[in-house]
């Protein structure tokens, strides 16, 4: 212990060697919430290592609003900090004192050097009572003032998430009759297209007598068929597709028709029977999408899809 003496002699000894930290008020008055500056500066040696307090440091009775640092100036061997609390006070106290240290490392040991106490007088707005134990006299002042409209942020979340519960609530109660309403809009949407498409390539047919249309028109046939049942028919054969719709007359005997057209490139006198082959398809799509719809429980008229007649032999 002893040995350790001189050490923490000489480094007590060195910041008392120096100047004392000093710190003031800028003005010497100051209002009831009003923002003042306290200006903190230590001239020290230029071997010493300062720190200056910081937004946790002890202010009371005032409150810290923020500051401003300056860069350390160095000038023959003395250095230079200063800093500037910006403060305020809410103290009723007419004289307002304020000490604040200035931390100084020296080795292994932490000094505290406090600054002189500087004063600040707190300036009264309101006016003192005429009388012992008179109140002042209040002025009323019932004029409106201004204030600006501010967004309802909990009531439009809560009302938001309100919104949110019923759709899904609903989305949930009535989820099986929403898909099926969505899936007949979907096949009358396709529907309609397919008819359009169809009366455009059985129309080039009739006019150009080309089997590329002809070929055309089945192929979409097929095509809408797989999608309107879900299940792919166009790579079955003309003998396939009449057993998977269980020998249907009007499937069996469009399908030959057009079999005889295409692959045996035998046309007839008159455009009877190619007519007949398109009208028979057709007419079986019409057949099979009213099956459909009816399945998904959409009421159809009957009638709407009437077979038509074969030709007289």
Excluded: C
């Excluded at 008055?29 to 937004?55: K, N």
Aim: hydrophobic share 40%; aromatic share 10%.
């Amino acid at each position: 212990m002893l040995g350790l003496l001189p050490q923490l002699t000489a480094a007590q000894a060195a910041p008392a060697a120096s100047e004392a930290p000093t710190g003031r008020f800028q003005r010497p008055t100051v209002r009831v919430g009003e923002v003042i500056d306290y200006e903190l500066s230590y001239q020290h040696g230029a071997t010493l290592e300062v720190i200056f307090p910081d937004s946790a440091a002890d202010f009371s009775p005032f409150e810290y609003v923020g500051r401003r640092y300056y860069p350390t100036r160095t000038r023959k061997g003395r250095s230079l900090d200063r800093a500037v609390y910006r403060l305020r006070t809410f103290a009723l106290d007419s004289v307002q004192t304020l000490v604040l240290p200035v931390t100084v490392l020296s080795g292994r040991d932490t000094l505290l050097l406090p600054t002189a106490p500087a004063q600040l007088r707190l300036v009264r707005t309101a006016s003192t009572p005429t009388g012992a134990g008179e109140a002042p006299v209040l002025r009323q002042n019932l004029q409106l003032m201004p204030v600006e409209t501010q967004f309802n942020y909990p009531y439009w979340l809560a009302g938001t998430a309100l919104l949110l519960l019923l759709v899904g609530a609903v989305v949930l109660g009535f989820r099986r009759g929403l898909r099926q309403r969505y899936r007949r809009y979907r096949l009358r949407k396709n529907h309609a297209y397919f008819l359009a498409q169809y009366a455009r390539h059985v129309e080039r047919f009739t006019l150009s007598r080309s089997l590329t249309n002809m070929e055309r028109a089945i192929t979409l046939w097929k095509n809408y068929l797989s999608t309107l049942e879900d299940y792919n028919i166009t790579s079955l054969t003309t003998r396939e597709i009449v057993a998977h719709y269980q020998n249907d007359a009007d499937v069996s005997l469009a399908l030959r028709l057009a079999d005889r057209v295409i692959y045996g490139n035998q046309f007839s006198e008159d455009d009877t029977e190619t007519d007949l082959a398109f009208e028979l398809l057709r007419s079986f799509a019409e057949r099979q999408y009213t099956h459909v719809l009816r399945q998904l429980g959409e009421p159809v008229a009957a009638g709407t899809a009437r077979r038509p007649q074969a030709p007289a032999a």
